[in-house]
């Protein structure tokens, strides 16, 4: 594994990291509330 | 201070180091009990909402689990067993790990009244309360019952996922509660009689340090009764069917058994704590067993 000494670099690579998680969470954050609310409604019909 | 501590210190922290915060081996147990509280239930849960509840309870248990450990960094730094932690190893300042904890706390107790009801959303709530406030800051380092009463923070997943399911909490759901609440002290006390001198060199009044190891062998013993009796009483009180009792019973038998070897037991060093560390071993073995035979028995076998 290649060792980062750039401390920059690792910050933006943390960053990017980060970034890259809280958009897949975000994603699927939206898809769960949509399938609650059709779940719901699904209930309450 | 040299360029490689600093950087540790002013690097933002991984996301691999906000999942470790949530003590995700913990949580696995935490999970299960809690759908087996929503199993045993017997209710018909939509897929989706059933999947939001049991989430709902994971990340409450990773909030308190962050939570626990940016009170404790010091403590932490102190013990080998969790010295490698993010806050403890300076990979992420205490902050960090604060607002992660208090947000993700609030988003499962939200999410969870939307998804399912305000009851199991409160008892969430009181989980991630009882864990924070009373377990870690008030009776962790002021007392050796500290695992007797802060061990009921761990007993409320089932509560939840019963009161998910159903919207109410019967007398099954507080028999599953009382399990866990029994159980925790015996499993903790065998982890803390081979890791003692992690807990006297960090402080923690744990009760081989204050009380010595054959009361708390005496103790494991006294604890281990009582647990046995509710955890097969959800048979005799017609809750539960006869494959439960009987696989609940078997266990408890097996359970005693081990805990009188680490009664008779007079090892003063970890490695002559054979029958502590198998009780400690068995212990996670005894309520994965118990929990799927409740479910297999109110599911499949009812």
Redesign the interface.
């Known amino acids: 594994m290649a060792v980062v000494t750039d401390?920059e670099e690792?910050?933006r690579r943390?960053?990017k990291?980060?970034a890259i998680?809280m958009a897949v969470l975000l994603a699927a954050f939206v898809i769960?509330v949509y399938?609650?609310t059709?779940?719901?409604m699904?209930?309450n019909r | 201070m040299n360029s490689a501590a600093l950087n540790r210190t002013t690097l933002p922290a991984d996301w691999r180091d906000f999942l470790a915060l949530t003590k995700p081996r913990v949580m696995s147990l935490v999970v299960f009990t809690g759908l087996c509280g929503m199993l045993a239930a017997d209710v018909p849960v939509n897929p989706v909402i059933g999947f939001t509840a049991i989430l709902c309870i994971a990340l409450g248990a990773g909030a308190a689990a962050a939570l626990n450990m940016w009170y404790e960094a010091d403590l932490d730094a102190k013990m080998k067993r969790t010295a490698r932690r993010p806050l403890p190893a300076g990979r992420m300042d205490r902050q960090s790990a604060l607002h992660f904890g208090v947000g993700l706390a609030f988003f499962s107790v939200i999410l969870m009244e939307l998804a399912t009801n305000r009851i199991a959303a409160a008892v969430l709530a009181v989980s991630i309360l009882f864990y924070v406030l009373v377990y870690t800051v008030w009776l962790k380092r002021r007392t050796p019952q500290n695992i007797v009463i802060g061990g009921a923070a761990g007993a409320f997943p089932p509560v939840i996922g019963w009161a998910a399911a159903t919207g109410n909490v019967t007398l099954l759901p507080v028999l599953l509660f009382l399990l866990i609440f029994l159980w925790t002290p015996p499993h903790f006390w065998a982890l803390s009689l081979f890791v003692r001198s992690d807990y006297a060199a960090a402080g923690v009044p744990m009760l081989p340090v204050t009380a010595g190891l054959k009361t708390t062998r005496q103790h494991i013993l006294l604890y281990t009764l009582p647990m046995g009796v509710a955890a097969v009483a959800p048979w005799p009180l017609g809750l539960a069917g006869a494959f439960y009792g009987i696989v609940a019973s078997a266990f408890s038998l097996v359970f005693l058994g081990i805990a009188v070897q680490v009664w008779w037991n007079r090892a003063t060093e970890p490695a002559g704590m054979k029958p502590e560390k198998r009780l400690f071993a068995f212990s996670i073995l005894y309520l994965f067993a118990l929990f799927g035979a409740l479910v297999a028995d109110k599911v499949w076998l009812s």
């Open positions: 401390p690792e910050v943390r960053q990291g980060r998680v769960l399938a609650i059709i779940a719901k699904s209930i």
